[in-house]
């Protein structure tokens, strides 16, 4: 089985948790986009659900296959979220950025009930931090930024490089007209401390630790999918 067949064999496995009548947030990415295409086959049989999408990428990709969409100011109240992960450990803690869309992902997964994740098992981890953790920031003072981010990180034993993510000749900029600065942290021992530590900046906008926000995890590897709960 390959990469692709394991996100769509995951994406299957979560659209079994996709009800008649939902609002749903929709994710971004490879492993979303294979959700969407399926979520779009279902809602040409008839199934009626209402999407809000995470960012720019993922909203075009459903109006081009007909699923329904929202904004989230229309419909601030969603009863599933449906999103894949750059990492994913095993109290299902989420490294989330990889393609950008790490702050409507979370807004969106924090206006849910729930929080599914969908991936592939090459994204499960012991310990945070081997993906390049994305931070999210304001462009104005994006040096004095990642100065501050390089001093938290040292207090918590952190190290590595904080490097600017490029697009083309210039800065990648997100959907929300931010900057991302990838942080090569090899390890994050302590998520947690480093999520609430991060926040506490001013410039940084959002990062990508996804902390308490997933519901299960569907890990796809090639003999099948299987269910992750905390701590399971
Ligand atoms: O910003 C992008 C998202 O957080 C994605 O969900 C994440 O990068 C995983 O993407 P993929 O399914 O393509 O590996």
């Not at 809602?43 to 909203?59: F, H, I, K, N, Y």
């Not at 924090?110 to 499960?124: F, G, N, P, Q």
């Not at 996804?210 to 299987?226: Q, T």
């Amino acid at each position: 089985m390959d990469a692709r067949e394991m996100k769509i064999k995951a994406a299957a496995a979560a659209l079994e948790h996709v009800e008649n009548g939902m609002r749903l947030g929709i994710g971004t990415g490879s492993t979303a986009e294979e959700f969407v295409r399926l979520l779009a086959e279902r809602v040409a049989d008839g199934l009626s659900v209402v999407g809000v999408p995470t960012s720019e990428r993922t909203a075009r990709l459903c109006l081009e296959l007909g699923v329904p969409l929202k904004s989230l100011d229309e419909l601030p109240e969603l009863d599933l979220t449906i999103d894949g992960a750059d990492e994913v450990d095993g109290r299902l803690r989420l490294i989330k950025g990889g393609g950008g869309a790490l702050l409507r992902e979370k807004i969106v997964a924090a206006a849910s009930s729930r929080m599914i994740v969908i991936a592939d098992e090459t994204k499960v981890v012991e310990t945070l931090g081997a993906f390049k953790l994305p931070i999210e920031v304001n462009p104005f003072g994006m040096v004095a930024t990642r100065i501050a981010i390089e001093r938290v990180a040292a207090r918590l034993g952190l190290s590595g490089a904080i490097e600017v993510r490029r697009s083309g000749d210039g800065n990648y900029m997100t959907d929300g007209g931010h900057y991302i600065l990838d942080a090569s942290f090899g390890r994050i021992p302590d998520a947690d401390a480093l999520a609430i530590t991060l926040n506490a900046i001013p410039g940084v906008v959002e990062h990508g630790l996804f902390i308490n926000m997933a519901s299960i995890a569907i890990i796809a590897g090639p003999a099948g999918a299987r269910t992750l709960t905390a701590d399971t």
